[in-house]
């Protein structure tokens, strides 16, 4: 038996599945946590994607591995490597006002969407970057490369497959490539609002204008490409960078250094977007609209062409398979759950036994939650709120459903900003597990909703990505459960009144 490894190194935690090449079945996980808040050392990545390998028992068998992490999040390195500060994540909201000023300066938010797809908010590296540069102009300075999780756990990866057979202790502090080798794929550069789906090159003008330079820019690979490989497409490579000198990595990975195990090198695959990796992990085709509740809250479709959205709130992605992925994105998903469970002082299950208690619509209590400001809408700065609070309503019940129904609102606000009429809504992410999510989301978005088995469906398409580099996978996907239920439109209606009365 083949076997691969994916690895999803997302916000709140790092997920690591080891399947077989073949077949896709899961053969053993392994997962750890990352810290909180919206900036990040990405060293604590390294360390938890080590333990999540460590607990799924390691690489020595596996041939191929790939990484799909959090989109956008900026990684400064300075010219020896060294990360230049800790890296702002998709969630930090300190450039919005970068975002603002940047969409300006282009002439607009046409000139954005024409030039890269997508408005730039402050989820994009390009206005973290003008943050950089205008408010830490010493880091900015010492700034030599730029890149993004996952290209920066790859590259990581990479250095530490150099240097030996997995073992945590001594890749805690492999040596890492030179900077040249740093790689990513289309589909997590194109949020970095420097990258155009359109041509599948950078845009180093408008990194210039960001930032005052061009720092050195990862290659960008394609979706079957080898990290290491010298003959990748190269499309897109940093300006004034020819590709990997000397045939890269290639020969200084694994078995060279005598692993154990089956396998006699760890062929590494470009890796992605959590996004990008999670329309892999679930099998998602044309006609198909994915709802992630993580971290963030994801709507995301697979499209054929690219796609241009002046009013910011559709992302126009590329994908992990050469197509494309529309996304809209708010910033409050499954810790909108947590959040609740916190107030109502009881666990998830119980959070969702009470939420299924309170009746749809929860006698008019709303949740408007936007706890971590918004992105979509773009309100960076707005506070959730909660209306319609009486006596009747003032219960655990009560503000479990809302706060769930608050959630899905937002979800399906950016399931109509994508303009689709989906053939099948797929549910998926963290908050997926809940059975009151399950049930409320038809409701709530008008359609019927399926399920498929919970699992780590961005782990699982990095794996799937990671099988390309040695086998025809033919995984099947296993059944989804269809959950339907009435359209209850009056509980949007109300939801959308509440937002016109929030503090920012
Ligand atoms: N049974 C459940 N009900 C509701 N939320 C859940 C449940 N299980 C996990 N979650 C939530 O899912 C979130 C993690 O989901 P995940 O998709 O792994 O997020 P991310 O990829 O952004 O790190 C956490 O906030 C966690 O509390
Ligand atoms: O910013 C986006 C998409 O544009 C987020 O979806 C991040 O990619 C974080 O994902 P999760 O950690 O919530 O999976």
């Given at each position: 038996m083949t076997l691969v490894a994916g690895v999803d190194s997302s916000t709140q935690s790092c997920k690591v599945v080891i399947r077989d090449a073949e077949t896709g079945a899961l053969v053993r996980e392994g997962r750890a946590p990352h810290p909180g808040g919206t900036e990040v050392h990405p060293s604590h990545w390294w360390a938890a994607l080590l333990q999540a390998i460590s607990a799924a028992g390691g690489l020595d068998d596996v041939a191929a591995i790939s990484v799909a992490g959090q989109q956008h999040g900026m990684v400064?390195?300075?010219?020896?490597?060294?990360?230049?500060?800790?890296?702002?994540?998709?969630?930090?909201?300190?450039?919005?006002?970068?975002?603002?000023?940047?969409?300006?300066?282009?002439?607009?938010?046409?000139?954005?969407?024409?030039?890269?797809?997508?408005?730039?908010?402050?989820?994009?590296?390009?206005?973290?970057?003008?943050?950089?540069?205008?408010?830490?102009?010493?880091?900015?300075?010492?700034?030599?490369?730029?890149?993004?999780?996952?290209?920066?756990?790859?590259?990581?990866?990479?250095?530490?497959?150099?240097?030996?057979?997995?073992?945590?202790?001594?890749?805690?502090?492999?040596?890492?490539?030179?900077?040249?080798?740093?790689?990513?794929?289309?589909?997590?550069?194109?949020?970095?609002?420097?990258?155009?789906?359109?041509?599948?090159?950078?845009?180093?003008?408008?990194l210039k204008a960001a930032f005052?330079?061009?720092?050195?820019?990862?290659?960008?690979?394609?979706?079957?490409?080898?990290?290491?490989?010298?003959?990748?497409?190269?499309?897109?490579?940093?300006?004034?960078?020819?590709?990997l000198p000397g045939g890269g990595l290639a020969a200084g990975f694994g078995g060279a250094a005598g692993f154990g195990g089956v396998a006699e090198r760890v062929l590494i695959a470009p890796g992605t977007g959590d996004n990008m990796a999670a329309a892999l992990g679930v099998g998602a085709r044309p006609g198909d609209v994915v709802v992630s509740l993580g971290t963030s809250g994801t709507v995301f479709a697979v499209a054929e062409t690219p796609s241009a959205d002046p009013t910011g709130a559709v992302a126009g992605f590329a994908d992990a398979t050469g197509r494309f992925l529309p996304l809209v994105c708010t910033?409050?998903?499954?810790?909108?759950?947590?959040?609740?469970?916190?107030?109502?002082?009881?666990?998830?299950?119980?959070?969702?036994?009470?939420?299924?208690?309170?009746?749809?619509?929860?006698?008019?209590?709303?949740?408007?939650?936007?706890?971590?400001?918004?992105?979509?809408?773009?309100?960076?700065?707005?506070?959730?709120?909660?209306?319609?609070?009486?006596l009747a309503t003032s219960t655990r019940a009560h503000l479990a459903r809302a706060a769930i129904e608050g959630m899905l609102c937002g979800l399906a606000d950016a399931l109509d900003a994508l303009a689709m009429r989906p053939e099948r809504v797929l549910l998926i992410g963290g908050a997926a597990r809940s059975e009151a999510v399950r049930r409320i989301a038809p409701t709530i978005f008008g359609v019927p909703i399926m399920v498929p088995p919970p699992a780590e469906y961005v782990a699982?398409?990095?794996?799937?990505?990671?099988a390309t580099l040695v086998t025809t996978p033919d995984w099947h996907s296993e059944d989804t459960q269809t959950y339907e239920g009435e359209a209850a439109p009056e509980i949007r209606t109300r939801y959308t009144r509440a937002t016109t009365h929030i503090l920012d």
């Amino acid at each position: 038996m083949t076997l691969v490894a994916g690895v999803d190194s997302s916000t709140q935690s790092c997920k690591v599945v080891i399947r077989d090449a073949e077949t896709g079945a899961l053969v053993r996980e392994g997962r750890a946590p990352h810290p909180g808040g919206t900036e990040v050392h990405p060293s604590h990545w390294w360390a938890a994607l080590l333990q999540a390998i460590s607990a799924a028992g390691g690489l020595d068998d596996v041939a191929a591995i790939s990484v799909a992490g959090q989109q956008h999040g900026m990684v400064c390195l300075d010219e020896s490597g060294n990360v230049v500060r800790d890296a702002l994540l998709w969630n930090d909201t300190r450039s919005a006002q970068a975002a603002l000023d940047l969409t300006a300066e282009l002439g607009g938010p046409q000139a954005w969407a024409d030039a890269v797809g997508s408005v730039p908010v402050a989820s994009f590296t390009v206005t973290k970057l003008r943050w950089l540069a205008e408010h830490e102009p010493a880091n900015a300075r010492r700034t030599a490369a730029v890149c993004l999780p996952h290209d920066w756990l790859t590259w990581r990866l990479a250095g530490a497959l150099a240097s030996g057979p997995f073992d945590a202790a001594a890749w805690a502090d492999a040596p890492t490539p030179p900077l040249d080798h740093l790689t990513t794929d289309r589909g997590d550069a194109s949020g970095t609002g420097y990258w155009s789906p359109f041509t599948g090159a950078y845009r180093p003008d408008l990194l210039k204008a960001a930032f005052g330079t061009v720092p050195l820019l990862p290659r960008v690979l394609g979706p079957t490409d080898e990290v290491g490989a010298a003959s990748g497409t190269g499309a897109g490579a940093s300006p004034g960078s020819t590709g990997l000198p000397g045939g890269g990595l290639a020969a200084g990975f694994g078995g060279a250094a005598g692993f154990g195990g089956v396998a006699e090198r760890v062929l590494i695959a470009p890796g992605t977007g959590d996004n990008m990796a999670a329309a892999l992990g679930v099998g998602a085709r044309p006609g198909d609209v994915v709802v992630s509740l993580g971290t963030s809250g994801t709507v995301f479709a697979v499209a054929e062409t690219p796609s241009a959205d002046p009013t910011g709130a559709v992302a126009g992605f590329a994908d992990a398979t050469g197509r494309f992925l529309p996304l809209v994105c708010t910033l409050n998903a499954a810790r909108v759950m947590d959040a609740a469970a916190r107030i109502a002082g009881v666990g998830l299950d119980e959070l969702s036994d009470l939420a299924l208690q309170a009746p749809p619509g929860a006698d008019g209590l709303t949740l408007v939650p936007y706890l971590e400001g918004e992105r979509t809408p773009n309100r960076p700065t707005a506070t959730g709120s909660i209306h319609g609070l009486t006596l009747a309503t003032s219960t655990r019940a009560h503000l479990a459903r809302a706060a769930i129904e608050g959630m899905l609102c937002g979800l399906a606000d950016a399931l109509d900003a994508l303009a689709m009429r989906p053939e099948r809504v797929l549910l998926i992410g963290g908050a997926a597990r809940s059975e009151a999510v399950r049930r409320i989301a038809p409701t709530i978005f008008g359609v019927p909703i399926m399920v498929p088995p919970p699992a780590e469906y961005v782990a699982n398409g990095a794996a799937h990505q990671a099988a390309t580099l040695v086998t025809t996978p033919d995984w099947h996907s296993e059944d989804t459960q269809t959950y339907e239920g009435e359209a209850a439109p009056e509980i949007r209606t109300r939801y959308t009144r509440a937002t016109t009365h929030i503090l920012d």
